[in-house]
T-cell receptor, first 114, second 117 residues
Framework: GEDVEQSLFLSVREGDSSVINCTYT??????LYWYKQEPGAGLQLLTY?????DMKQDQRLTVLLNKKDKHLSLRIADTQTGDSAIYFC??????????????FGTGTQLKVEL | GAVVSQHPSRVICKSGTSVKIECRSL??????MFWYRQFPKQSLMLMAT?????????EQGVEKDKFLINHASLTLSTLTVTSAHPEDSSFYIC?????????????FGDGTRLSIL
């Protein structure tokens, strides 16, 4: 099966940039996604990137994709305390009717300190 | 846009009870809905995928008679945990996507915390 790896924990100071890394395994993945999960809640879609793109920027979020190394990163500029959460990357691993089946990474706990 | 409502948010019940969880797409037609289970401090585990009007497709190791899924309309899917036991206690999350969005991201509900005594 597919494994999507992330580092478990990241701690940054408020105002600094955060970089969360993800390594995926399915080279045929068409879409890659980043989700945020706050305690006791579902997942919030942050952004996604198509496999033929190298970079996508959306306000404070920048996604970089290195297809050769199967490496995906999420950079959060000017990190705030409200950004503290678990971040999951996900790769599309198949198409089923109206949706992409996803394989999620192990999740990275981001802690923002004052 | 793309709001998914999941209800109830928390259930506590006795062993042997059947529990129904609803997942609704509020502002779009969900062609496909997904049901996940999440254990503490772990990632999401896909349980099943359902397309409107079709039988759900279950992942390997997930008992279809234990976890009944119905996707009767383009805005509603239900997961029923039948004869629940303490080992079924978990966080269950649904998501929905539509083929009207070419990127077809999954939009998630807020999850249901199920505790079986």
């Amino acid at each position: 099966g597919e494994d999507v790896e992330q580092s478990l924990f990241l701690s940054v100071r408020e105002g600094d940039s955060s970089v969360i890394n993800c390594t995926y395994t399915d080279s045929s993945s068409t879409y890659l996604y980043w989700y945020k999960q706050e305690p006791g809640a579902g997942l919030q879609l942050l952004t996604y990137i198509f496999s033929n793109m190298d970079m996508k920027q959306d306000q404070r979020l920048t996604v970089l994709l290195n297809k050769k190394d199967k490496h995906l990163s999420l950079r959060i500029a000017d990190t705030q305390t409200g950004d503290s959460a678990i971040y999951f990357c996900a790769e599309s691993t198949g198409f089923t009717g109206g949706g992409n089946k996803l394989t999620f990474g192990t999740g990275t706990q981001l802690k923002v300190e004052l | 846009g793309a709001v998914v409502s999941q209800h109830p948010s928390r259930v506590i019940c006795k062993s042997g009870t059947s529990v129904k969880i609803e997942c609704r797409s509020l502002d779009f037609q969900a062609t496909t809905m997904f049901w996940y289970r999440q254990f503490p401090k772990q990632s999401l585990m896909l349980m099943a995928t359902s397309n409107e009007g079709s039988k759900a497709t279950y992942e390997q190791g997930v008992e279809k008679d234990k976890f009944l899924i119905n996707h009767a309309s383009l805005t509603l899917s239900t997961l029923t945990v039948t004869s629940a036991h303490p080992e079924d206690s978990s966080f269950y999350i649904c998501s929905a996507s539509t083929d009207a969005d070419r990127f077809r991201p999954q939009h998630f509900g807020d999850g249901t915390r199920l505790s079986i005594l």
